[in-house]
């Protein structure tokens, strides 16, 4: 006498319009057996024995991987420091710094942020210590203000001098030359850094793009190296 067992795993094939569609589904694999017993009957039993497999939707997993290759990282943070010389800079640093929000960059200035009562130390402090970059836009009154440390500049280069002293990230700290300037308004404590000139139009374009490679971390792309001469082979 045989004794089989028997179960079956059922799939729907339509689902409900409600509900969306497993991604995950665990199916059963059969395996059967023989095992005889050794009796006057003779009798045999036949034993089925299911393994697992796991089946996932593929559909789904490219939808995953879509997902996640459109994470991004946390765009640079970036404050932008400035001296009021007048409405027309204020004006010019305010487009740059609309032009790196357009570009990816978290950047901000003073004036999108402070109110009428609100401590400004507290606010540059603040600004210059949580920010990944600082950008100091270098005009003649602010490397007056910032080498004489006189007004706000002046407490912002303090900031920066005594954070330079200390910390050994220096590329932190990056000197912009603005529209009608040149490289004469570099602040005595920057002086010696490579700045990034933004004082011609002309090459505008070419300088920006050279200062959003060091924003993110990217360094410009290196010429092929090609064959030496033959006569030196």
Known sequence: ???????????RSEFDSSSEPPTRLKLQRKKRSTLTFNNPNDKSVQVEVR?????????????????????????????????????AHKKWVAQFATELRQSGVD??????YLRPGDPITE????SISTSDFVLIVCTEKYKEK??????GVGYEES???SDLFQNTNHRKYIPIIAKNSNGKNIPLALHSKVYIDLSSEEHYLQSFQKL???????MPELPPIGNPPTHLL
């Open 51 to 87: 393994k697992k497999r796991t089946y996932v939707k593929r559909g789904r997993i490219d939808e995953n991987v879509e997902k996640t290759d459109k994470i991004t990282h946390r765009p640079p943070k970036v404050f932008i420091s400035y001296s009021w010389d007048n409405e």
């Open 146 to 151: 910032s080498d004489s440390r006189s007004g």
């Open 123 to 126: 606010f540059m402090e603040k």
């Open 212 to 218: 959003l490679l060091a924003l993110f971390g990217k």
């Open 1 to 11: 006498m045989k004794i089989r067992g028997s179960c079956w795993l059922f799939l």
């Open 107 to 112: 950047a901000f200035i003073d004036d999108w």
């Open 159 to 161: 900031i920066i001098s």
